[in-house]
């Protein structure tokens, strides 16, 4: 069956960095575009970025664009989310999604958080 286990997460300093990972297993990784959405307490969980099957094209939320790179590796069936130049807003539950035959797959999501 369809998995996505992330991992990566952590307490970061503002200014710091991290890189997520979403390790996926079920189903034909490199057929598929993926995403990185987040959802912080108290808010709907949101889109973070976006990347097409082969990761040709990319797409960011506003709030991450030129901070985040998402990105992917085919030949391991892993996604990739560097974040670079944290904020505090940037605290929330990281979660990754595929859409797959009109069923919406997540993993359990990693926690980041954004704190001094």
């Known amino acids: 069956q369809v998995r996505l286990v992330e991992s990566g997460g952590g307490l970061v300093q503002p200014g710091g960095s991290l890189r997520l990972s979403c390790a996926a297993s079920?189903?034909?990784?490199?057929?598929?575009?993926m995403s990185w959405y987040r959802q912080a307490p108290g808010k709907e969980r949101e889109l973070v970025a976006t990347?097409?099957?082969?990761?040709?094209?990319?797409n960011y939320a506003a709030s991450v664009k030129g901070r985040f790179t998402i990105s992917r590796d085919n030949a391991k069936n892993t996604m990739y989310l560097q974040m670079n130049s944290l904020k505090p807003e940037d605290t929330a539950v990281y979660y990754c999604?595929?859409?797959?035959?009109?069923?919406?797959?997540w993993g359990q999501g990693t926690q980041v958080t954004v704190s001094s």
């Open positions: 079920g189903f034909t990784f490199s057929g598929y575009a």
């Open positions: 999604y595929v859409p797959i035959v009109l069923r919406n797959y």
């Open positions: 990347i097409t099957s082969a990761g040709g094209s990319t």
